[in-house]
DNA sequence: CTGAAAGCGCTTACAG
DNA sequence: CTGAAAGCGCTTACAG
């Protein structure tokens, strides 16, 4: 025998529909979906009904019908330059960890410190009317500036501050922590202070800002090695090699990463040039692996998993339109002074 | 004076819609649709309209629209255990980018070897019905695989192989290589081959299973290694010291993993013991810098990108409802050895 | 090869 | 505090 009398009727998907529940629970499908996002203003007594409605029948929401009628998305997009830096892998995994604990999906972007790159992934993922945006850094091109400024959506900077109009930023002076390491290396005596960097992001070279500055009169051009190839232990090894053969009287170099600084020991422990008796060496965002080096590496440790939790928790004030007080925060930095100078 | 004639009627928001554009080009909005997916079977001329308005109208379509008509997205989910691996990051790179190109977007999520979370992301992603799904390996939850299945979303394993009934998978035989290494250390001649794991995850206890084959009778238990703490430098280091303190006798030791063999290469340096003439070192899956170490590090090259790229290859063509001749891809792997082994 | 109609599943005003 | 109506922007059958 069948069904004596029609089942309330079923979408043509077989899916479960926020109406499915509203009828379950007696109420509206508004008065539902009120319930469901926690708006308040619903009596108790329904939010109950349509809690266990939901439990039910299995409700799961579809968030392409919630982003259509609500023109916004419950996804983050996340735009970082390099996975292959563990600095940003760290800075991710906090944001993302933050961001989905409050219910947000994160896009993760990587532009591979192309500008255009960033334009283009900002351009497609702007598409999906996202409900927050992470990027790292002030630097892009005016195109995506105005992508970024004209999409409307909530938007916080990563890992330098500036102070704005309407500027979100979490992180820290790259310019101080470069000042603050050199003037570590003069205080211990160090005369001849190379700065040896690659990739030359723009973080990169405000460091090289601050290095110039602890320097003043001291400073001299022929102690910086600048390559625009990607960071890696290799090229490190490669630019200790250049430093000592250019300017034989160095006795320290500040390397603009800890990579760099790495490969640079080891190929001082291959060539049997002591650190730091003969030349000092300094790294830079005590990434994995710096005091296990021979000596241990000195280095600045850089904050980035506050700097995506703390950034994550802005951008979440935001998204819920709460206001936020301190538009700006600096994080700072740490020297941690090691074996190696 | 007022236009003459009222405008064609704008939505609420003031976006360009699908609609817009079919006017524009003088077709109705189901011909701009297909015309817009590249589908077959529209006009040329019609095609040629349509993709002028949309140029001159700036039209962006929506994917929320598109999804909840289509009851699909253009997103790919990628589940990896871990960022802070290098390994993963190349598989998602080369993955990420190749998916791109195809007009998807990932969503990357890091289960961090919890298949407790496993379960929960792909419950939260599934919500958003993925076009697609990329995931590591096969082990996880009885629900992750019934979510997975039933989901009906086309879905490619990565870094394993296993053949079976609308399986698909890109990857090689951990097994095999663990195998591989551990015969290439015999066949140098050592007889005491200690393995040493950390994480332990499916993968490392495969290549475990493989150490053990090549051992056959001369396996000893007692030369097995395990440490279920995730990888580092200093856990290479600790277990370093623990392998020569529990097995004073060992000749050779082959890590699981490339940080663990690069923090025991330190520590040997750092203790004075010489390899690999005291303590032969091998490790897995030649991540940067193996080649930097002091001696360079013998390991067991894995094609990470290679399965990245073709894992979404295959998972573009499945996500297309194309025919896939080759549902199980070894992409093999190569044994490295260099100066430590 | 092209189109009119209906619908995807939700939320936003607008009432009351 | 609750709801009926309309609409978000697209695509899927179904016709022709």
Same mark, same amino acid.
């Given at each position: 025998m069948s069904q004596p009398s029609? @089942? #309330?009727?079923?979408? +043509?998907?077989?899916?479960?529909?926020?109406?499915?529940? +509203?009828?379950?629970? $007696?109420v509206s499908p508004i008065t539902a979906s009120r319930a469901l996002r926690g708006e308040r203003g619903v009596a108790a007594d329904l939010v109950e009904r349509v809690q266990v409605a939901v439990r039910e029948l299995g409700y799961v929401p579809d968030p392409a019908a919630r982003a259509l009628a609500s023109a916004k998305s419950n996804q983050v997009v996340l735009l970082v330059p390099l996975l *292959?830096?563990?600095?940003?892998?760290?800075?991710?995994?906090?944001? !993302?960890r933050t961001l989905l604990q409050a219910g947000y999906q994160s896009m993760i972007g990587v532009t591979h410190y192309q500008p255009e790159e960033e334009?283009?992934?900002?351009?497609?993922?702007?598409?999906?009317? @996202?409900a927050g945006l =992470? %990027?790292? $850094?002030?630097?892009?091109?005016?195109?995506?500036? &105005?992508?970024?400024? $004209? *999409?409307?959506? @909530?938007? %916080?900077? =990563?890992m330098e501050n500036r102070a704005g109009d309407g500027l979100y930023s979490? $992180?820290? &002076? !790259?310019?101080?922590?470069?000042? +603050?390491?050199? !003037?570590?290396?003069?205080? #211990?005596?160090?005369?001849?202070?190379?700065f040896a960097a690659a990739q030359l992001d723009p973080r990169t070279l405000q460091r090289a800002t601050g290095y110039r500055a602890a320097l003043g009169d001291r400073h001299d051009p022929r102690l910086e090695f600048m390559d625009?190839?990607?960071?890696?232990? +290799?090229?490190?090894?490669q630019m200790f090699d250049r430093v000592l053969a250019d300017a034989p009287d160095v006795d320290a170099i500040f390397f603009n990463n800890d990579d760099l600084a790495q490969g640079a020991l080891l190929q001082a422990l291959r060539r049997g040039i002591e650190v730091p008796a003969q030349v000092a060496v300094a790294g830079f965002n005590d990434l994995i692996g710096g005091e296990q080096m021979l000596p241990p590496l000195s280095t600045v440790r850089t904050p980035r998993g506050e700097i995506g939790l703390k950034a994550a928790e802005m951008l979440i004030a935001l998204m819920r339109g709460e206001a936020v007080e301190q538009p700006c925060v600096d994080l700072g930095f740490e020297l941690l002074m090691r074996g190696s100078c």
């Open positions: 029609a @089942p #309330k009727r079923r979408r +043509a998907t077989g899916r479960v529909t926020l109406q499915d529940v +509203a009828v379950a629970a $007696g *292959s830096n563990a600095l940003f892998v760290d800075l991710l995994d906090a944001a !993302q334009e283009a992934l900002l351009r497609t993922y702007l598409m999906n009317r @996202p =992470l %990027v790292t $850094g002030f630097d892009r091109t005016d195109t995506a500036r &105005s992508l970024l400024t $004209g *999409s409307g959506v @909530p938007c %916080v900077h =990563l979490v $992180g820290f &002076s !790259q310019e101080d922590a470069g000042r +603050a390491m050199t !003037q570590a290396l003069m205080d #211990k005596g160090y005369q001849r202070i190379a625009a190839a990607p960071s890696s232990f +290799a090229l490190g090894a």
